[in-house]
C-alpha cells in the first residue's frame, strides 16, 4: 500500500553543499523530517552540480520519512551564466545590462524543457526570452521562427 503523503516542501539549495543551516533545517525540522539524512543524500545526488543553485522538491510522509525530485537549475541563473552578469538589472525595461543569443536560448530551453508547463520547443524558447527581458537581457537577432 502506498504511503499518505503529509506534504512538500519546495527549496532552492546549492548542489553538493546542502547542510542543517538556513533555510534547509528550518523548513524540513518543523515537518519533521531526519535533516542530516536529507543532505547526506542530496549532496551525494547533487556532486556533479557542485556551486550551482538546484531547486529541490521533498515529498514528505506522515511516517516522517521523505523522497526528494531534483529539477533543472532556474531559467535566470542559466541565463546569467550564459550572459557572463552577477545579476540582472534594477530597471530592465530601461537599463539593459547583458546580452545573450538565440543558440543560447535554444539551449536553456532544451534543458529546462522537462521542467516547463510547454510541449514545444519554439514555447519554450519563448518563456526563457520572456524571463531574459524581465531580467534587462538583450537577445541578439531575430528569433528562429519569425524567419
Known sequence: MAKEISTYVKLQVKGGQAN?????????GSKGVNIMEFCKQFNARTQDKIGKVVPVVITVYNDKSFDFVIKTAPA???LMEAAKIQKGSKEPNRAKNGKVTWAQVEEIAKDKMPDLNCFTLQ????????????MGLTIDGA?????
Open 20 to 28: 542543517p543551516a538556513p533555510p534547509v533545517g528550518p523548513a524540513l
Open 143 to 147: 528569433a528562429p521562427w519569425e524567419n
Open 76 to 78: 535566470a541563473i542559466q
Open 123 to 134: 514555447s519554450a524558447m519563448k518563456m526563457v526570452a520572456g524571463t531574459a527581458r524581465s
